[in-house]
């Protein structure tokens, strides 16, 4: 029986169940007509019935109604903590004040039961598309019927261009309900990111085509989701456990008062190593099973199939492996990843938290390689900083590090490696490469800034090249929507509130930059069709991945794959970041090239006999043949 069951719904009755504090000196639930209401229709006392367990019940038929819970502290002389939904509310009312009493068995759209998880069968055949449901759908270019809803991604247009593309996964920016838009004027210019949780169990209202009515925004939200998984994509949602929107009105601290969050110790202080003000306790036991409940409950009732979890690094390394046992019980293949780190310091043992130096610890669990993206684009903290891809020596070895998926290779010296002096991957699948995200300047801006005063078609090669590692090395490649258009953000750093102006995905670009896309699509299938680029296995990878001789800041690398299955039996690929071709040297034989001068064609673009072969100017080439 779920823990955190809080509204049991049927016909004749409507159990509320609470976890609150044992010397409570009350906990009411009010029940509404409807969710602007003014005074109640009926008000029930709970009562203890385990530890930290509250429950009450009312007869008849209550569906449709509204309800809040209210705790009252010891000694607190009638005070309540203010009305809430409570923390593990199913469905809510606009801007999610109250909570709903539905049946869900009603919100599921026809064919539901029959929905299939596309299979996967190891994290590194994903290709992951990072999106947010306006910017994706919003501009006029786009054609949407449903801008900055959930119903964009179940129209014809939206499904045949990902499928164009070539991904197999999603990530959703934070779709579940957040705090910082009015539900009740969709019409008035708002936006964000929703890194601001208010019911984390619950799907955003500003997102379905009515807010006002509980169930709509859970029907749309699994009918996107029927459309992506029906299409032969994955749905990953971004998870935000580690903090809330506001501490002292949040739903955790109205039930519970000072329990779900740290505090520095040794005072009353919060802890935030969030960088939002609070950081969430992972660690002590209600908090965790809220996170493996709240999860689960994803998976179960909406079919998602994976999370992304932020700053990984402020929750505990076994409040994230308990969650990854979790959803193994349901189904092994759903990813689990998240960023290595925190925005500052937590009020927990550095050693004890989920950070990417722990990884190793945590199988089945992926993290952000920062290490890759820096070293091939520039530090994230200046953004003028350029790396490998301007030709810099002292990254190649951390490209390297990360082509291999982060895990011990004979041939990666990591004392030339950025961040970290050990390897912090077990399997190449524990590693996520990416160079950019919806944090921090997205890649065709920072590639404005730090390669100032360059041609567009410079810049789009350099955007092409910097993408080609991420693609075709051994960890789980991530990709941030639009980019493959060459999507621009006006040079907007932190973009998360932002206007559309700022934030939408503009299509046009689809037929300025055909070239871009053409080579994002070219890649992506290469990796889709030889298993060789996503082996999936540690000891393969160091087997079977060989780094070739080649001139200062030229990577280079053999693959094997005859000995992994791929029916190309030697692969090679070389990557030349400077500003003047480059010679290597390789075996004799001949090759077919399928990667050359900015275009991919996995049929073949030409012929090369070996000896040696000319890679361009801030180009990649991949050939395979050599027999």
């Not at 689960?296 to 700053?311: A, I, N, P, S, T």
């Not at 941030?480 to 102006?501: H, I, L, M, Q, T």
């Not at 970041?577 to 399928?594: D, F, L, M």
């Amino acid at each position: 029986m779920p823990r955190f069951n809080e509204m049991e719904y049927s016909p004749q009755q409507t159990v509320f169940t609470l976890n609150a504090p044992d010397d409570a000196g009350g906990v009411l639930v009010r029940i509404y007509a409807s969710a602007t209401a003014e005074h109640p229709l009926h008000t029930l006392s709970l009562f203890r019935i385990d530890h930290e367990r509250w429950t009450s019940y009312v007869s008849g038929d209550m569906l449709g109604r509204f309800y809040t819970f209210e705790v009252f502290p010891k000694g607190a002389e009638g005070r309540g903590m203010g009305e809430c939904p409570g923390t593990f509310a199913k469905a809510v009312g606009v801007n999610g004040l109250r909570a709903a009493i539905i049946d869900l068995k009603q919100t599921c759209p026809p064919g539901w039961e029959q929905d299939v998880r596309p299979s996967v069968e190891n994290p590194c055949d994903l290709v992951v598309y990072e999106l947010h449901l306006r910017d994706f759908s919003v501009h006029p270019s786009g054609h949407s019927l449903h801008k900055g809803k959930y119903l964009a991604l179940t129209e014809p247009g939206a499904i045949f261009y990902l499928k164009s593309l070539g991904i197999n996964a999603v990530q959703l920016q934070p779709v579940f309900d957040f705090s910082s838009i009015d539900e009740a004027h969709s019409e008035w210019a708002q936006y964000n990111w929703g890194y601001d949780p208010q019911n984390y169990n619950v799907p955003e209202g500003s997102y379905s085509t009515d807010a006002c009515r509980p169930e709509v925004r859970i029907r749309e939200f699994k009918q996107m989701v029927m459309a992506l998984h029906t299409a032969g994509i994955r749905v990953i949602m971004d998870v935000v456990y580690n903090h809330c929107a506001d501490t002292e009105d949040s739903n955790f601290q109205r039930t519970y008062p000072d329990y779900y969050f740290r505090k520095t110790p040794g005072t009353e202080q919060l802890s935030n190593g969030s960088g939002c003000g609070n950081e969430t306790a992972s660690e002590r036991p209600l908090m965790r099973q809220y996170m493996i409940e709240s999860v689960c409950y994803w998976v179960k009732e909406y079919h998602v199939d994976g999370f992304r979890f932020d700053l990984m690094g402020v929750h505990d390394v076994e409040t994230m492996k308990a969650i990854r046992k979790a959803l193994d019980g349901i189904d092994p293949s759903i990813t689990m990843y998240g960023e290595g780190w925190s925005a500052g310091d937590c009020a927990l043992d550095y050693h004890l938290l989920a950070t990417k130096q722990a990884v190793r610890q945590m199988p089945g669990i992926s993290a952000f390689g920062n290490d890759m993206r820096d070293a091939i684009r520039g530090d994230f903290s200046d953004d003028r900083a350029s790396a490998w891809l301007a030709g810099r020596p002292g990254y190649a070895e951390t490209v390297k590090f990360g082509i291999v998926g982060g895990i011990s290779h004979p041939q990666i010296n990591m004392s030339a490696v950025n961040y970290c002096q050990e390897p912090w991957a077990e399997q190449p699948s524990q590693y996520v490469s990416y160079v950019s995200c919806h944090d921090d300047l997205c890649l065709a801006d920072r590639l404005r800034i730090s390669f100032p005063n360059t041609p567009a078609e410079t810049l789009v090669r350099l955007d092409q090249l910097a993408q080609t590692p991420v693609l075709l090395g051994q960890g789980i490649p991530f990709l941030y929507a639009g980019e493959e258009v060459f999507r621009d953000k006006k040079r907007v750093r932190n973009a998360y509130r932002s206007p559309d102006a700022v934030n939408q995905i503009n299509w046009e670009n689809l037929q300025r930059y055909p070239e871009l896309f053409l080579y994002y699509r070219g890649l992506i299938q290469l990796r889709m069709e030889h298993k060789a680029f996503r082996m999936g296995n540690a000891d393969w990878v160091r087997h079977h991945l060989h780094f070739i001789s080649a001139p200062a800041n030229v990577v280079a690398f053999r693959l094997d794959g005859e000995a992994v299955g791929d029916t190309w039996p030697i692969i090679y690929v070389i990557l030349n970041p400077n500003p003047r071709a480059r010679k290597v040297t390789i075996p004799s034989g001949r090759y077919t090239v399928v990667c050359k001068n900015g275009k991919v064609n996995p049929c073949g673009l030409s012929t090369h006999r070996g000896g040696t072969i000319s890679v361009g100017a801030r180009q990649a080439v991949v050939f395979h043949g050599g027999k």
